[in-house]
């Protein structure tokens, strides 16, 4: 491969793989993008290869955060409630506390 040709693809892999970290991981395009490159250095055909089956496994590593980020999500909720609920018990069997009354 001509070093005029390996060059920008070097660049271009570089710039894809420097995001920052708060972009969500995996993901089409980047898992195309190292798939590609991949299955480019196989051999022959191989880079539309790698490039599917690179995508497939970024949506699948997106699919896995997005849904341990609703899971966490869920378990912060309910810990976040747990500890209001053991507040306010905390509070009215305070002796001496009033009620507010309206």
Known sequence: ???????PSVFLTGALFATPALAEPGGCIKGATAGGIAGHFV?????KAGA????AAG??????ARKKAREDAKQQQG?????Q?????TQ???PGSASPQN
Do not use: V, W
Request: aromatic share 2%; hydrophobic share 30%; glycine share 12%.
């Open 79 to 83: 810990a976040q409630q747990n500890e």
């Open 1 to 7: 491969m001509p070093f005029n040709r390996l060059l």
């Open 59 to 64: 949506m699948a590593r997106r699919h896995e």
């Open 52 to 55: 599917a089956g690179g995508c």
């Open 92 to 94: 009215s069997m305070t």
């Open 43 to 47: 051999g022959k055909g191989h880079a």
């Open 85 to 89: 609920n053991t507040q306010n018990s």
